[in-house]
């Protein structure tokens, strides 16, 4: 069974930093194209940073200078580091898996998701 465990999220100032990790004990995220989406309250979910099995990557406009996608396959962890964050980058953050090969921009293109960790960004 597939379970995505996100850490790294917390409060910081705007324009700080924060770099969330997503891991899982069945060794998934070695074979899966990985993205990160989040959630913020009264919205959405939305799309935030993919990257495939071939390492190719694709961001959301909003975060596109900001935020980097990378994986460590030797640690079997995703990574999504948040630079520049603004206040509007809060919400939850989920990660997910999907058995695609390139990088995955929709919700439906994932089987499996974390249960999510909350970022707060104070202005």
Known sequence: QVQLVESGGGSVQAGGSLR???????????????????????????????????????????????????????????YLQMNGLKPE???????AASRAYGAVVVEVGYEYWGQGTQVTVLS
């Open 20 to 78: 969330l990790s997503c891991g899982d004990s069945g060794r998934t995220l070695i074979r899966s194209a990985m993205g990160w989406f989040r959630q913020a309250p009264g919205k959405d979910r939305e799309f935030v940073a993919a990257i495939g099995l071939n390492d190719l990557t694709s961001y959301a406009d909003s975060v596109k200078g900001r935020f980097t996608i990378s994986r460590d396959n030797a640690k079997n962890t995703v």
């Open 89 to 95: 980058d809060t919400a939850v953050y989920y990660c």
